[in-house]
């Protein structure tokens, strides 16, 4: 049974930094292209950035720069850190696990129907 978890998000100021988690249970987070998805008020979910197994990782334009999405295999998380925020990273954030070979992660990370499991969401608010 697979299970994503997501730690609990905040509230930071804009230009403040945050670190959102994700803990899948169920397999090793190095074994599976995983990404982080996120959806703002009165908006479509959107890809934020992706990892695949071998490591490389893929980004949407907005957050190039100023995000790094990782894997720890030793806490055996998935990890967004998100630095120099602004008010329109404000949204509810999604991780979640995909079905995405390594060959294709450029082409495939920011559609929502190549990932099968999802977290629940955890609020990121920048005031």
């Known amino acids: 049974h697979v299970q994503l978890v997501e730690s609990v998000g905040g509230s930071v100021p804009a230009g403040g930094s945050l670190t959102l988690s994700c803990a899948p249970y169920?397999?090793?987070?190095?074994?599976?292209?995983m990404g982080w998805f996120r959806q703002r008020p009165g908006k479509e979910r959107e890809g934020v950035a992706a990892i695949g197994s071998d490591g490389i990782a893929s980004y949407t334009d907005s957050v190039k720069g100023r995000f790094t999405i990782s894997q720890d295999n030793a806490r055996n998380t998935l990890d967004l850190q998100m630095d120099d925020l602004k008010h329109e990273d404000t949204a509810l954030y999604y991780c979640?696990?995909?079905?995405?070979?390594?060959?294709?992660?450029?082409?495939?990370?920011?559609?929502?129907?190549?990932?099968?499991?999802w977290g629940q969401g955890t609020q990121v608010t920048v005031s």
């Open positions: 169920g397999y090793p987070v190095s074994s599976a292209c």
């Open positions: 979640a696990r995909g079905r995405i070979a390594p060959s294709r992660l450029w082409e495939v990370w920011s559609r929502v129907g190549e990932y099968d499991y």
